[in-house]
């Protein structure tokens, strides 16, 4: 491909322009340590300040896996919300996404739970995938329903919980919210070849952090789109991002959700890049995404 795919809205390329800014050209080949310096850097100038009345308290579970549980100042839903921040398996933390899951709890009257999961390379799979199933646990023993959300390799976490949960007979899970999930494609067709090049993620990102995080090929909670049966699972709501190489993942788990008769509602936006949710207060299509994912996680803990 000769020309690089890129979006038209202004708002969404000068939020790529403003992330590019923090990373020089050649960042995926930078230690971990430096990836990380510079994603925190990154999400501290996008940061916001909670919604007026807004509780946080941290904590942990387990005794070791950091948490911090976000109560809105009206709480409508027993519901709770479990958050699961993206960063490739190898950056983001509870800081990283705090102001998302802020006013996502706000937006949804709900209590949420984010989790601060362990990082690859230091902790390879399934490492970050127990952590989440810790809390997950932990949440459904309170007896309240659960909604899980992730975005990229935290919707990869969150679909892999679901399927987990599922096989193993869990109840309580009132929903999924995956958003720009990466879901196990296959690297070589489709958004993988037509995106390869988009602004945001690679595909050459997408298969480093593949191999960083080391889940085995069989590994079917690692790689849920590879599951053998999606039948049975909660209720779903996927959001892609047009300009994504992960962008068919989304897709094609939301067709096989659809035929295996589970409820989906698949948002596709059109012009977004991987990450978008950050531009919410940029772009006017971020803004609409995150709308949209909010009244889903809303409707979700109020059924």
């Known amino acids: 491909m000769t020309d690089r795919p890129v979006p038209t809205e202004a708002g969404i390329l000068a939020f790529h322009k403003r992330c590019e800014d923090f990373y020089p050209a050649d960042a995926v080949d930078a230690d971990i340590i430096q990836q990380r310096a510079w994603y925190d850097a990154l999400c501290a100038a996008f940061d916001a300040p909670p919604p007026a009345g807004m ?3 941290d904590g942990l579970v387990a005794e070791r896996i950091p948490v911090r549980r976000y109560r809105p100042a009206q709480v409508a839903s027993e519901t709770r919300l479990l958050y699961i921040h993206g960063g490739g398996f190898v950056v983001g933390s509870l800081e990283s996404h705090d102001a998302i899951c802020a006013e996502i709890s706000e937006a949804a009257g709900a209590e949420l739970v984010s989790v601060d999961y362990r990082l690859s390379p230091e902790h390879v799979w399934p ?9 997950l646990v932990e949440l459904l023993l309170e007896s309240h329903p659960v909604v899980v959300i992730g975005d990229s390799a935290g919707g990869n976490l969150a679909a892999g919980l679901v399927l987990k949960a599922r096989d ?7 929903g ?3 958003i720009y999930p990466g879901l196990g494609g296959d690297l070589v067709s489709g958004s993988y070849v037509e995106m390869a090049e988009a602004p945001g993620l690679s595909t050459a990102d997408v298969a480093y952090y593949r191999e960083v995080y080391a889940a085995p090929g069989d590994a079917a909670h690692a790689f849920p789109s590879r599951a053998e049966s999606l039948a049975g699972l909660p209720p779903a709501f996927i959001s892609g991002a047009f300009f994504d190489p992960l ?3 989304a897709r094609a788990y939301a067709a096989r959700l659809i035929l295996a008769g589970v409820p989906v509602e ?9 990450a978008w949710l950050r531009a ?20 979700m803990a109020h059924p």
Not at 127 to 135: H, I, K, L, M, Q
Not at 266 to 274: N, V, W
Request: hydrophobic share 45%.
């Open 55 to 57: 509780v946080k308290r």
């Open 127 to 135: 490492a970050a995938f127990d952590d989440c199933w810790a809390v």
């Open 168 to 174: 193993e007979g869990l109840k309580g899970i009132a």
């Open 176 to 178: 999924q919210a995956l």
């Open 247 to 249: 962008r068919d993942d």
């Open 266 to 274: 698949y948002r596709e936006e059109k012009q977004m890049i991987h």
């Open 280 to 299: 919410r207060f940029m772009s006017e299509g971020a803004r609409a995404g995150f709308a949209a994912l909010c009244d889903a996680v809303r409707r």
